[in-house]
């Protein structure tokens, strides 16, 4: 089946760890993106990349770093500068440039204690 | 900046009644406009999407959607609502430059809730 999958569903981590959430994809697509999703705020953009090696910052980047090695992989770095960390994450792919339709990982919780 | 509104937090409908959920957004170009739907703890499914042609849009599970550019409008509408149907609802227009991967822009959300 293609798809998207996010590991692990839940994640718990001391506050002042760096964390890194997993997101691959079978779709074959170029474009992939993080989004975070808080309560009564909808879904914001992380970061996004449209290729192999190229990243952009997204609305809310800070304390955020991800990496993009391969095309079927796009993980998130949540750092210790990251204020407020705890929320669920959300991984989208589509198929590369221009509008296309943006289909979604189940998401990770993501809970610092 | 672009920006979608979705006015009411939160509906609640008996099953077998209509629904319509409302989105506005404000875009200077011409809009490509998405409804999502997201259960509890999952990730978001497409309902329907609108990128230009007839204005009226079917999706799936027997949902549609009216664009209408004089209101700024995308509303969400189903005629007979199925307890199934409880969930929260996400409209989202897309925004980019040509040649660029595009990015949503996410309204706030409506929690649908259905009483039997």
């Known amino acids: 089946d293609g798809g998207i999958t996010q590991s692990p569903k839940y994640l718990f981590r001391k506050e002042g760890q760096n964390v890194t959430l997993s997101c691959e994809q079978n779709?074959?697509?170029?474009?992939m993106y993080w989004y975070r999703q808080d309560p009564g705020q909808g879904l914001r953009l992380i970061y996004y990349s449209q290729i192999v090696n190229d990243f952009q910052k997204g609305d809310i980047a800070e304390g955020y770093s991800v990496s993009r090695e391969k095309k079927e992989s796009f993980p998130l770095t949540v750092t210790s500068a990251q204020k407020n960390p705890t929320a669920f994450y959300l991984c989208?792919?589509?198929?590369?440039?221009?509008?296309?339709?943006?289909?979604f990982g189940p998401g990770t919780r993501l809970t610092v204690l | 900046a672009q920006s979608v509104t979705q006015p009411d937090i939160h509906i609640t409908v008996s099953e077998g009644a209509s629904l319509e959920l409302r989105c506005n957004y404000s875009?200077?170009?011409?809009?490509?406009l998405f409804w999502y739907v997201q259960s509890p703890g999952q990730g978001l499914q497409l309902l329907l999407k609108y990128f230009s042609g007839d204005t009226l849009v079917q999706g799936i599970k027997g949902f549609e959607a009216e664009f209408k550019r004089s209101q700024s409008s995308f509303n969400l509408r189903k005629p007979s609502v199925h307890w199934s149907d409880a969930a929260e609802y996400f409209c989202a227009v897309a925004r980019g430059a040509t040649g660029t991967a595009s990015k949503l822009t996410f309204g706030t959300g409506t929690r649908l809730q259905v009483t039997l």
């Open positions: 779709l074959n697509h170029d474009a």
């Open positions: 989208a792919s589509a198929r590369g440039r221009g509008v296309d339709t943006q289909y």
């Open positions: 875009y200077g170009a011409t809009p490509y």
